[in-house]
C-alpha cells in the first residue's frame, strides 16, 4: 500500500519536478560529516546516504548538486535544483521562503571553538560564523562581534590565524576537526541550543515532492535506518525515533 500512495504522489508532482524526469538534490559539499566531496569527487556523507535511500524508497532518480550555501536558498527558489540537503535547521525564517520535509536529523547543539589556553571569555569577544546561518545571527544578537564568511573551513582558519577568537559552528562539525588538532583547537564555554532539526528544503510549490519525501523518512524512521546512518556518521549518536 504504501508503494502504491509514494507512486501516487510522485506521478502527481508539480510541472518543475515532473518535467525534469529527476530530482536534484541540491547540497554544499564543505560541512562534513553532513556532506563533503570525497577523493573521488563526488559528494558524500551523512547526507549524501540519507538523500540516496530517501530517493530508492519514494522511486525517485536523483542526482547531486552543489552550490555555495550563501546563495543555496535562492538558487532553490530559482529552480538550479528541486531540494536541499545540507545540514540545513528549520527555522521560522528560512520558512517563509521555502518549505521542508520533517526533521531527518534531530537539532544538534551548537558549540564555541578556540586555540588552545583560550577562556571562556573568548564567546564574548570576535566570533566567526559562517554566513546565513543560525550561528551568525546568534552571534550578532548575543553582543559578541560576528565575522562572518563564505565556507566553514574559512570560519576554522579564522581563528588559527588569529583573526577571531572563537568560531561557533554545530558541534558534530567541530568535533573531528577538535580531535584531528593534536590540542591546538579546544572547546571553549557553553554550548547552545539554536534552530530546530534539519529538514530537506523544497520549493513552496512543490507540495506533492514535500510528500514523497516524507513519507520516505517516515519509513526510514520505522523500519531504523535513519537511526542506522545517524550512528554511523556521528559516533554511535541516536536519535529518539
Same mark, same amino acid.
Given at each position: 500500500m504504501r508503494k502504491? !500512495?509514494?507512486?501516487?504522489?510522485i506521478a502527481?508532482?508539480t510541472a518543475? =519536478? /515532473?518535467?525534469?524526469? &529527476? !530530482?536534484?538534490?541540491? &547540497?554544499?559539499?564543505?560541512?562534513p560529516p553532513?556532506? *563533503?566531496?570525497?577523493?573521488?569527487g563526488?559528494v558524500?556523507?551523512?547526507e549524501r546516504?540519507v538523500? %540516496?535511500a530517501?530517493?530508492a524508497i519514494?522511486?525517485?532518480?536523483c542526482?547531486w548538486?552543489t552550490? %555555495? #550555501?550563501?546563495?543555496?536558498i535562492?538558487?532553490l !527558489?530559482?529552480g538550479?535544483y528541486?531540494?536541499?540537503? =545540507?545540514?540545513m535547521s528549520?527555522?521560522?525564517?528560512?520558512d517563509?521562503?521555502?518549505d521542508?520535509?520533517?526533521?531527518?536529523?534531530p537539532?544538534d547543539?551548537? /558549540?564555541?571553538?578556540?586555540?588552545?589556553?583560550?577562556? %571562556?571569555?573568548?564567546?564574548?569577544?570576535v +566570533?566567526?560564523?559562517?554566513t546565513a546561518t543560525?550561528?551568525a545571527?546568534? +552571534?550578532a $544578537?548575543?553582543g559578541?562581534?560576528?565575522?562572518? *564568511? $563564505?565556507t566553514?573551513?574559512?570560519?576554522?582558519?579564522?581563528?588559527?590565524?588569529?583573526e577571531?577568537?572563537? +568560531?561557533l559552528?554545530?558541534?558534530? *562539525?567541530?568535533a573531528?576537526?577538535v580531535?584531528?588538532?593534536n590540542g591546538?583547537?579546544?572547546?571553549?564555554?557553553?554550548d547552545? /541550543?539554536?534552530g530546530?532539526?534539519?529538514?530537506?528544503?523544497v520549493?513552496?510549490?512543490?507540495a506533492?515532492l514535500?510528500?514523497?519525501l516524507n =513519507?520516505?523518512?517516515?519509513?526510514?524512521k520505522?523500519?531504523g535506518s535513519l537511526?542506522?546512518l545517524?550512528a554511523? #556518521? *556521528?559516533d554511535?549518536r541516536? /536519535? $529518539?525515533?
Amino acid at each position: 500500500m504504501r508503494k502504491l !500512495v509514494l507512486a501516487a504522489s510522485i506521478a502527481a508532482m508539480t510541472a518543475g =519536478a /515532473a518535467a525534469a524526469e &529527476t !530530482v536534484r538534490m541540491g &547540497t554544499e559539499g564543505a560541512y562534513p560529516p553532513y556532506n *563533503f566531496i570525497n577523493d573521488a569527487g563526488e559528494v558524500d556523507g551523512f547526507e549524501r546516504e540519507v538523500g %540516496d535511500a530517501i530517493c530508492a524508497i519514494a522511486n525517485l532518480d536523483c542526482v547531486w548538486v552543489t552550490n %555555495d #550555501w550563501d546563495s543555496i536558498i535562492p538558487n532553490l !527558489v530559482s529552480g538550479n535544483y528541486d531540494t536541499i540537503i =545540507a545540514g540545513m535547521s528549520i527555522t521560522d525564517e528560512r520558512d517563509e521562503v521555502i518549505d521542508f520535509t520533517q526533521e531527518y536529523f534531530p537539532p544538534d547543539p551548537s /558549540a564555541y571553538m578556540a586555540l588552545a589556553g583560550a577562556s %571562556d571569555d573568548v564567546v564574548n569577544g570576535v +566570533v566567526a560564523a559562517q554566513t546565513a546561518t543560525i550561528q551568525a545571527g546568534y +552571534v550578532a $544578537s548575543s553582543g559578541a562581534t560576528v565575522v562572518e *564568511f $563564505s565556507t566553514p573551513d574559512e570560519t576554522v582558519a579564522a581563528v588559527r590565524s588569529g583573526e577571531a577568537d572563537a +568560531v561557533l559552528a554545530d558541534f558534530a *562539525f567541530l568535533a573531528d576537526i577538535v580531535n584531528e588538532s593534536n590540542g591546538e583547537l579546544i572547546f571553549v564555554g557553553d554550548d547552545v /541550543a539554536i534552530g530546530g532539526g534539519i529538514g530537506v528544503g523544497v520549493r513552496e510549490s512543490d507540495a506533492e515532492l514535500k510528500a514523497a519525501l516524507n =513519507a520516505a523518512i517516515d519509513q526510514m524512521k520505522a523500519d531504523g535506518s535513519l537511526n542506522a546512518l545517524i550512528a554511523k #556518521w *556521528f559516533d554511535g549518536r541516536e /536519535a $529518539s525515533y
